[in-house]
């Protein structure tokens, strides 16, 4: 069964860091492009990071780039986002999504196969 499990969310005071991660199971991961997402209330789902399969270079969406870095250990099946310098206006819940192979523009959610349950992040003092 295929299945993408979100952790490491929480409280973090603004300019602080979290460390997100996200297990896989049923497929080998280093055949997928990953992503992460993020929704806060009311909003759409916005792009955050993205690591294509075959490729150590990460994507990041332009509210995040600087801040945050994805990495991936395929060995353990396992991806993280790294976020450092954390705002309040970074409070969503966060979301892994996997697919196979690579996508030509990674920022559309539908393009995406299978997805976490989601970690809520929350920046506040």
């Known amino acids: 069964q295929v299945q993408l499990v979100e952790s490491g969310g929480g409280l973090v005071q603004p300019g602080g860091s979290l460390r997100l991660s996200c297990a896989a199971s049923g497929f080998n991961l280093d055949e997928y492009a990953v992503a992460w997402f993020r929704q806060a209330p009311g909003k759409d789902y916005e792009e955050v990071s993205y690591s294509s399969h075959g490729d150590s270079t990460g994507y990041y969406g332009a509210s995040v780039r600087g801040r945050f870095t994805i990495s991936r250990d395929n060995a353990k099946n396992m991806v993280y986002l790294q976020m450092d310098s954390l705002k309040s206006d970074d409070k969503a819940v966060y979301y892994c999504?996997?697919?196979?192979?690579?996508?030509?523009?990674?920022?559309?959610?539908?393009?995406?196969?299978?997805w976490g349950r989601g970690t809520q992040v929350t920046v506040s003092q």
């Open positions: 999504a996997a697919v196979w192979g690579r996508l030509h523009d990674w920022r559309l959610p539908n393009a995406y196969d299978y």
